[in-house]
């Protein structure tokens, strides 16, 4: 089992800047790859930004050249810098890992925290 608990989240001005944390906990030896969603009130969860198995980063191109995701093994943690915040970043900001155990892929999902960027 992985653990993933999400902070950083809050009220910010367009223009300004947040950075969100995604503290891993459990198993934490098998995850492959996390990354971080968003879902906006209304619309589908969407990828934002991901540190992927090979080392790889991706990112939506709607993020791309303001948002930075990095990971800090030593702490089970990945980060989401976010610069340029626009009305249109408001959403549940969610972190995910892919865990690969015994042969078996699984999926963990955190509980989301809250960016709300006023015009």
């Known amino acids: 089992q992985v653990q993933l608990v999400e902070s950083g989240g809050g009220l910010v001005q367009a223009g300004g800047s947040l950075r969100l944390s995604c503290a891993a906990s459990?198993?934490?030896?098998?995850?492959?790859?996390i990354g971080w969603y968003r879902q906006a009130p209304g619309k589908q969860r969407e990828l934002v930004a991901s540190?992927?198995?090979?080392?790889?980063?991706s990112y939506a191109d709607s993020v791309k050249g303001r948002f930075t995701i990095s990971r800090d093994n030593a702490k089970n943690t990945v980060y989401l810098q976010m610069n340029s915040l626009k009305p249109e970043d408001t959403a549940v900001y969610y972190c995910k890992a892919i865990a690969k155990r015994v042969g078996s892929t699984y999926q963990y999902w955190g509980r989301g925290t809250q960016v709300t960027v006023s015009s």
């Open positions: 540190n992927n198995s090979d080392g790889s980063t």
């Open positions: 459990g198993s934490t030896f098998s995850i492959s790859a």
